[in-house]
């Protein structure tokens, strides 16, 4: 019997970063949402220990790899260990999101291997244990276990649920080439030697969640790694006016890039955001609908 585990890619709505701490990590006070691009994950019985990823057409796996250094079999012996058993099982990994693109798919693939082991091991690990073993993983491997709308701090790791009623629409528009997370975040300390110690707090994306008004919440999205994403690229910047003009309420970078998303007023303003910049050549436009759940067993 194997078991199927299905895990959503993520979006900042807010992301305050602060300056960098002595162990190297930058303070962050951050609103993840999951969305609705994912990453699909077979585990099935086996002797070994072994991973295999293939993806979607819209993505580019040649980055993913298939040794030790994949993250799915960091999360399959980080749980055995925690259980005393050997970490034996066959992973299958469908990538849909979109692969060093700041939309968190390689803490989704850890999520959803510490749900799928979990299961296919039959073991009765608590929900705290589960999240501080995703916590060692990666910092935005919790948030994929929770999923919805949740707020981070620490390191992002910290992770509280947000009340979020709201339906939001996204259109998704991911580059060619990734960008390194560690590059961007060096850019952000020279770029910013002046930042706070503190992040700067979440609270108006969260009034404006509360309100259920996309215009609100368009006004009051943030991202501190957008300056250091785009001055190292500067065709985001590009892409984000073109996806304004086209009609979205509000153009972002995710996380640390290259992806940007575009928030929408509706899902026809996001299905008409979507096919205009389509047809300004962009080779991959998504559109997801927000927020999603957690990494979960699918039947
Ligand atoms: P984040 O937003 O969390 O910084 P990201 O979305 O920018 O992450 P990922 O797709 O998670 O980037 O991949 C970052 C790097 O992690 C990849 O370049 C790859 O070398 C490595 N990696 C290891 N395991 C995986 C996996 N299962 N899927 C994707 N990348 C993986």
């Keep these: 019997m194997s078991v199927s585990v299905r895990a959503a890619a993520k979006i900042n709505l807010h992301l305050g970063v602060g300056r960098a701490r ?5 303070p962050l006070d951050t609103v993840y949402q999951a969305i609705g691009l994912h990453d699909d994950l077979t585990l099935s019985p086996a002797e070994g220990l072994t991973v295999r990823t293939d993806a979607a ?11 030790e250094d994949n993250v799915v079999l960091r999360a399959a012996r980080l749980l055995a260990e925690h259980a ?25 693939d850890a999520a959803a291997a510490l749900v799928a082991c979990h299961r296919l091991w039959g073991l009765d690990t608590s929900d705290e244990d589960l999240l501080r073993l995703a916590a060692d993983l990666g910092s935005d491997i919790p948030f994929s ?38 590059a961007v975040y060096r850019h952000f300390d020279v770029l910013r ?11 108006p994306v969260l009034e404006a969640l509360a309100t259920g008004e996309p215009l609100r919440l368009a006004r009051a999205l943030h991202n501190d ?28 970078v995710s996380g640390s ?36 759940a957690g990494a979960h067993v699918m039947p």
Excluded at 22 to 26: E, I, L, R, T, V
Excluded at 193 to 203: W, Y
């Design 84 to 108: 005393g058993r050997p970490a034996t099982g066959a992973f299958e990994v469908r990538k849909g999101i979109p692969v060093a693109g700041g939309m968190a798919g390689g803490s989704a």
């Design 225 to 252: 790694l957008q300056e250091p994403a785009i001055d190292l690229r500067p065709e985001l910047g590009d892409l984000i006016v073109r996806g304004e003009a086209e009609g979205a309420l509000r153009g972002l």
């Design 257 to 292: 890039g290259p992806t940007v998303v575009f928030l929408c007023e509706s899902a026809e303003g996001a299905r008409e955001t979507g096919l205009a910049l389509d047809g300004a050549g962009y080779d991959v436009v998504l559109t997801a609908t927000a927020p999603v």
């Design 22 to 26: 002595a162990d190297g990590f930058h």
């Design 57 to 67: 057409d819209h993505v580019d796996a040649g980055g993913v790899p298939d040794g």
């Design 145 to 182: 276990l929770v999923g919805g709308t949740a707020r981070g701090r620490g390191r992002g790791e910290l992770v509280t649920p947000v009340d979020d009623t709201g339906s939001w629409w996204w259109v998704a528009v991911p580059a060619t080439e990734g960008l390194s997370t560690p």
């Design 193 to 203: 030697p002046d930042a706070p110690v503190e992040p700067p707090p979440a609270d």
